[in-house]
Nanobody, 123 residues
Framework: QVQLVESGGGLVQAGGSLRLSCVAS????????MGWFRQAPGKEREFVAGISWFGGTIYYTDSVKGRFTISRNNDKNTVFLEMNSLEPEDTAVYYC????????????????WGQGTQVTVSS
């Protein structure tokens, strides 16, 4: 099993920046692609960004391209999401997870989610 602890969320004004971190422990990190998801109130969870084990393959959903950057530090079992030019539409709880692919429709290969980190962008 994998344990995931997300942090770095907060309240920012539109146009601001945040850097999210996710520390993973247990199986399903080493050798796995990792992804960030988000879930806004009343909406389904959405796959936002993904990165392969060595970082050579990266995916972003269209709405965050050019604004978000995903990265990872495998020595520290950590995945990051740098978010710039934040918009009110980015408001959501953000989660990380090991994923089965680095394309649209990626799914969490673990059986659990972390607690997530709340990102709120005011207009």
């Amino acid at each position: 099993q994998v344990q995931l602890v997300e942090s770095g969320g907060g309240l920012v004004q539109a146009g601001g920046s945040l850097r999210l971190s996710c520390v993973a422990s247990g199986r399903f990190f080493s050798g796995y692609a990792m992804g960030w998801f988000r879930q806004a109130p009343g909406k389904e969870r959405e796959f936002v960004a993904g990165i392969s084990w060595f970082g050579g393959t990266i995916y972003y959903t269209d709405s965050v391209k050019g604004r978000f950057t995903i990265s990872r530090n495998n020595d520290k079992n950590t995945v990051f999401l740098e978010m710039n030019s934040l918009e009110p539409e980015d408001t959501a709880v953000y989660y990380c997870a090991p994923v089965d692919r680095i394309t649209s429709g990626a799914r969490n290969v673990g059986s659990t989610w972390g607690q997530g980190t709340q990102v709120t962008v005011s207009s």
